[in-house]
């Protein structure tokens, strides 16, 4: 009789739940991604199965996600250990806006120097986002994602903190596979794959994105692989145009990959990195128009790059960050590059390594390695057409 008590209960229990769910789930899912993210929230569809399966169509957060359909599927167990937890959620075709705009000073923050750009959601202020993922007094939501899957997404990347009107990149056709995740202090191994294609300038063949590897939120490690193919150079001017002009070095397009592995321990990640450039195109310049000192200089530490890698235009260099707050900047590049240049002007080449380098052409090109990474640009280094007639100008100088 207990036995059969306590199974009529859970089922009236379950019943009600439902019944529940199917009378306010939709208004109640609608009210929580509002007040989390201070947009309007439409949904066209909901559906509830009998497992509490939730299915919904047509997801639209006003200018900053939509998706398809999002399906979820609730754990019942760890629902009852005070956890919200989702053996399955999938995505398909989800449509994510993300812009990062200068950093502004708040009143609150008047006497602090803002020296950094700050990333935000559009229309959510720092402060609205803080107070809403912590309450005061609250502790944050125990949420865990055994399984997590985007099909077909797309996120654009709006960055109005470089150029006079700012960048936008995309990435498409997204497919994510994650697993084990705890978004709580948990010490557990989340698996995660990724692939996408970057679609750059309209007419140009699209880049590939892939990462792949493990991370524990908890003790801050990491491992993981990251592959860029195809990037374009031109297209990310924007975030090196301090360090040269494109138009002087006479650079119309470059493609580059990119490559990193990247582990951590304890919070310090380290990621070793590998840049080489696989196409350039250079501007024609009519027969009687001298050539620019940027561009020579551009054509000199090109074949110092060749003579160092075996012909090959290559750069590699580490990055050490920290897990919780990662940093990638171009700078990390523009030092990478002048290390290696200081490295080869104090090393003794060989002959047939340097044919084309003669030490006094460079030596009256330029005066230092900061001289040199001005004229190179990240991502973008120039393939020189005149090499043969710099040098021979050369000679005759030193004739």
Not at 7 to 24: C, E, P, Q, R, S
Not at 113 to 127: D, E, K, Q, R, Y
Not at 137 to 150: A, D
Not at 179 to 199: E, H, M, R, V
Request: proline fraction near 4%; aromatic fraction near 8%.
């Amino acid at each position: 009789r207990i036995l059969f008590i306590i199974i009529l209960v859970l089922a009236l229990l379950y019943i009600g739940l439902y019944i529940f769910m199917i009378a306010k789930g939709k208004a109640m899912i609608i009210k929580g991604i509002e007040d989390f993210t201070h947009k309007k929230v439409s949904i066209a569809y909901f559906d509830l199965s009998p497992s509490l399966g939730l299915e919904m169509r047509d997801l639209n957060i006003e200018g900053l996600a939509k998706a398809e359909s999002v399906s979820v599927s609730p754990s019942i167990p760890y629902l009852l250990t005070g956890n919200i937890a989702f053996n399955n959620v999938t995505l398909v075709r989800p449509q994510i806006t993300y812009q990062r705009d200068p950093a502004v000073v708040t009143e609150s923050a008047a006497t602090t120097p803002v020296s950094a750009p700050a990333t935000t959601i559009p229309g959510v202020t720092a402060n609205a986002v803080a107070a809403t993922v912590r309450p005061a007094g609250k502790h944050p939501l125990r949420l865990i994602f055994k399984r997590f899957n985007i099909k077909g997404g797309r996120i654009d990347f709006i960055d109005r903190t470089v150029g006079s009107e700012g960048i936008k990149l995309a990435v498409k056709e997204i497919n994510l596979n994650l697993t084990n995740l705890y978004l709580f202090p948990f010490s557990a191994i989340t698996s995660f794959d990724l692939q996408g294609k970057i679609p750059w300038q309209e007419g140009q063949e699209e880049g590939k994105v892939a990462i792949e590897g493990w991370l524990n939120l908890y003790k801050k490690d990491i491992q993981a692989t990251l592959k860029i193919e195809g990037i374009d150079g031109i297209y990310l001017y924007p975030y090196y145009s301090q360090w040269v002009d494109l138009g002087k070095a006479r650079i119309e397009r470059a493609n580059l990959n990119f490559t990193s592995n990247i582990q951590g321990l304890n919070n310090n990640v380290t990621a070793e990195c590998h840049l080489e450039l696989t196409d350039i195109v250079r501007k024609q310049r009519a027969p009687d128009e001298p050539q620019e000192k940027a561009e020579k200089i551009a054509d000199a530490v090109l074949d110092i790059f060749r003579a160092l890698n075996q012909g090959k235009i290559v750069l590699d260099f580490t990055m050490r960050t920290k897990m919780d707050r990662p940093e990638f900047g171009f700078g990390n590049i523009k030092m990478a590059v002048e290390k290696k240049l200081t490295e080869a002007r104090g090393n003794d080449f060989k002959a047939e390594d340097v044919l084309a380098l003669p030490g006094k052409f460079l030596e009256g090109l330029v005066k230092g390695a900061a001289d040199l990474s001005k004229a190179v640009v990240v991502g973008t280094f120039a393939v020189g057409n005149e090499i043969k007639r710099s040098v021979d100008d050369a000679f005759r100088k030193e004739k």
